[in-house]
Structures are given as C-alpha cells and as structure tokens.
C-alpha cells in the first residue's frame, strides 16, 4: 500500500495508478453538492487569500459531516462532477468520493494533473481516522458546510489517473 500526505505534489499525483489502494493523511477538505459549486463560485471572484480558501495540493472528500459519521456521496452528482475540472484547475489534486465519473471528466482530471479515488462507504472507519475539523466555510449549510478535516491513514483505491479509469471495461 502506497502512503501519500497532503498537500501533494505533482510527483505524488504521478506516482499514482488506476488500482493503486493508497493510505492518504494530512488536512483534507470535505464537501459536496451544496457547497463545491458555491467554492467555485467564490475561488473564480476572490483570491485564496481573500476567501480564506487554499485548494493547491489538496483533497476535496465529496461528503457531508455529521455526528452520524463520514461516508462518500456519489461523485457523479451533477453539482459535483461539474465542479471537478474547475476545482482541479485551481489545485485540488485528488478527489474523493464514489461512483464512475463521465469521460470528459476523467480527461479534465488528466488535463489538470489531479486524480480521482473511491472510498468504501465505512463510516465508522472513517470516522476513527479523522483527528480534528473545522467549519472552513459556508457554516449556515450545517453537516454540508465546507469542512477542513485532518485525518490520517484514510484508506482510497485510485480510480481515475492518467486518463485511465478503473471503471474502463
């Protein structure tokens, strides 16, 4: 298994494969269909450091959190696959969630040197793995607030790299 720790650099990115199973630590960024288009939104009118928002290097984990726990939300939700080119353009460089992503999203993946990884829905797991949070933005969406989580050994399977998918046939 490989290790890879945010903020991650292009060589990490490189290193990866479809298939890989990665154990991934370090600050992330949790969000999903309420809050990635507003992130767009704002990242395309301020600056990072107007908004408080640093995306270069990062990891953006398609979820809500709730007392409940941690758990993918399918990645493949309008809201959130149309955000994915845009997000990685500004650095994000891998994206986290479940479900098959369309062809020009795994090309705008490529294009823009990020990844994608699906996370088996083990919310309990997950849960153990994250160590602090906080409400990075957008507080009044609740438990779909944008969230800055630190976790360590989250365990991920690479599904989209290189152009590739692990849902290729």
Do not use: W
């Not at 705008?108 to 990844?115: E, P």
């Amino acid at each position: 298994m490989k290790s890879i720790k945010t903020p991650l650099t292009v060589d990490d990115i490189i290193s990866l494969k479809v298939g890989d199973m990665v154990s991934l630590s370090g600050r992330i960024f949790a969000g999903r269909d309420a809050v990635l288009p507003k992130v767009v939104k704002i990242l395309t009118q301020k600056t990072p450091e107007q908004c408080g928002i640093y995306l270069e290097g990062s990891v953006i984990f398609h979820t809500a959190v709730s007392p409940a726990g941690l758990g993918p939300t399918s990645s493949n939700k309008a809201e959130i696959e149309s955000t994915i080119p845009e997000l990685s353009r500004l650095g994000v460089r891998l994206h986290l969630g479940k479900g098959a992503l369309s062809p020009e999203t795994i090309a705008a993946l490529n294009r823009f040197g990020s990844v994608y990884a699906v996370v088996p829905p083990v919310t309990a797991l997950l849960v153990s793995k994250t160590l602090t949070g906080r409400v990075a933005a957008f507080p009044e969406e609740g438990m779909e607030a944008l969230h800055e989580l630190d976790v360590v050994d989250y365990p991920i399977i690479i599904a989209a790299a290189h152009g590739s998918s692990i849902y290729d046939k």
